[in-house]
């Protein structure tokens, strides 16, 4: 069978449970924000029509990993169910210490207690909002060094995820001393969901060999990582991506993972690594706050859906579908003129807020007004990424972020064609009503991450 000769995507599986969704008004929707001050982080899910807050917990489970949940033991200590999660990791990053957690932060957290503190400094192609801060949390630094093209929105890189190898060797070999590790995020998810390509991680692996650094992927993303590398990178066409996933992990010295993206978990994490004394000091940490070393703040169904889930998101025909079905709505919209950033990303599609409200200065938070706007007009809830999430430093002052950015992320396997072209639809309308959409001012901020709890008013 030839897949290309069809235009339409069809979903690579039927629907075996359904969840109402509730219907909204306009009208209704405008008292939920005000009620929530402008914050979509703050509504309550059931007045969402469509969701695409994040990708991020809120994937559908197949009917093989809901009968694998009957599998879970919850022994204390040697549950079964870890060393069935233990080898579902292994088979795919061979580290030899896997210890889950809760959730990939907690793994960051974990980790970085060990490697962070004053003085440090811990390069990333671009960290994610809780990366950096529990790097920050720790008194270190935490840089981004992507690529140039990463940063310009309109770039058509393939690999825009990539880290920029001179920067990363202009700091090693003046500040080396104070890298405690190098991590790579795959993909980068600030960055637009875009892929780092194979031959850019092993020059970072080069790198780090050569000024003995520690090599961390934090890999939520990694199986469509993967699959945009054997769809871009020359050589890797006619290749399994289970075996381009273990060229990834093999480059790597650990990784800390957020099992609520590609493992298709509605919870769950991990931190995976080969250094031995490194891994007790992470373990002593793990059960002060999330476990024995054998549940690590899961319960043992928990571990036995991401085995199981681990071995389904690395099929050919869910990756061919999921890329696929992302780019269906970013295509879209760039049809009908809405700036996106480009290439459309593996989990994601951002908007460019920045150039869809020309007329707002960064600081008037684009990205915020134009996914409050989205919301108010369909039901529709994004996540803004840009000014309100990075834009503040840990000294209190403010600057704009590289890009404001809103994601439309898709959760996996959970909206069908129908409900895309719904959102398609409700962008077209709010573009033609884009240079009226009021800028914002935060009312009320806390001092980290004060894109999940801010109050905002419009700017009149
Ligand atoms: N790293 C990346 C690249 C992420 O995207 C996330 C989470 C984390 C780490 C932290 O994992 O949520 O399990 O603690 N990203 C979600 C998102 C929240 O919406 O992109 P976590």
Not at 72 to 82: L, M, R, V
Not at 145 to 151: F, M
Not at 185 to 190: G, K, R, V
């Amino acid at each position: 069978m030839d897949e290309l000769a069809f235009r339409t995507i069809i979903e690579p599986f039927r629907i075996h449970s359904v969840e109402p969704i509730k219907m909204t008004t306009a009208a209704h929707r405008k008292a939920q924000l005000e009620a929530a001050s402008y914050n979509l982080f703050q509504l309550h899910a059931d007045e969402v029509l469509i969701d695409l807050l994040t990708d991020s917990g809120t994937g559908a489970m197949s009917r093989d990993q809901w009968a694998a949940i009957q599998h879970g033991d919850e022994s204390y200590a040697g549950s079964p169910s870890y060393f069935v999660f233990r080898d579902a990791v292994r088979d795919l990053f061979d580290f030899e210490h896997v210890i889950p957690v809760h959730q990939g932060r907690a793994a960051e957290r974990i980790l970085f207690s060990v490697l962070g503190g004053p003085g440090k400094i811990v390069p990333n192609n671009t960290h994610f909002d809780t990366t950096r801060a529990n790097v920050e949390a720790t008194g270190a630094k935490a840089v981004d060094l992507v690529i140039p093209e990463g940063t310009d929105p309109a770039s058509p890189h393939p690999f825009k995820g990539n880290m920029d190898l001179d920067a990363l060797e202009a700091l090693l070999s003046t500040q080396g001393e104070s890298v405690p590790c190098v991590f790579v995020t795959i993909t980068n998810n600030s960055g637009g969901g875009q892929p780092v390509s194979l031959a850019n991680l092993q020059g970072v692996r080069d790198l780090c060999d050569r000024y003995g650094k520690l090599l961390f992927l934090d890999a939520c993303r990694f199986a469509e990582n993967a699959w945009f590398i054997r769809e871009r990178e020359a050589g890797q066409g006619d290749r399994d991506v289970v075996d381009i996933v273990r060229d990834i992990a093999a480059l790597a010295d650990g990784m800390t993972m957020s099992a609520k993206k590609d493992p298709m978990g509605n919870i769950g994490g991990w931190l995976a690594l080969d250094d031995d004394a490194l891994a007790q000091e992470c373990r002593n940490l793990l059960i002060l706050t999330e476990g024995f070393p054998t549940y690590g703040g899961l319960a043992g169904r928990d571990l036995e859906a991401l085995a199981q889930g681990l071995k389904e998101v690395v099929q050919h025909d869910y990756l061919r579908y999921r890329i696929g079905s992302t780019a269906y709505l970013g295509e879209a919209l760039e049809k009908i003129g809405i700036p996106v950033l480009s290439p459309i990303g593996g989990h994601a599609v951002y908007l460019d807020a920045r150039a869809l409200l020309p007329h707002l200065d960064p600081l008037e938070y684009p990205g915020q007004s134009l996914a409050v706007a989205l919301y108010e007009l369909g039901g529709v809830r994004s996540c803004e990424i840009g000014t309100v999430m990075f834009g503040r430093r840990p000294d209190g002052t403010e600057s704009p972020a590289p890009m404001d950015l809103v994601r439309l992320a898709i959760p996996r396997r959970t909206y069908t064609q129908s409900h895309v072209d719904y959102v398609i639809e409700v962008c077209e309308r709010l573009a033609a009503r884009a240079h009226r959409l009021p800028g914002y001012r935060i009312t009320h901020e806390p001092k980290a991450l004060r894109h999940f709890t801010a109050r905002f008013e419009p700017i009149r």
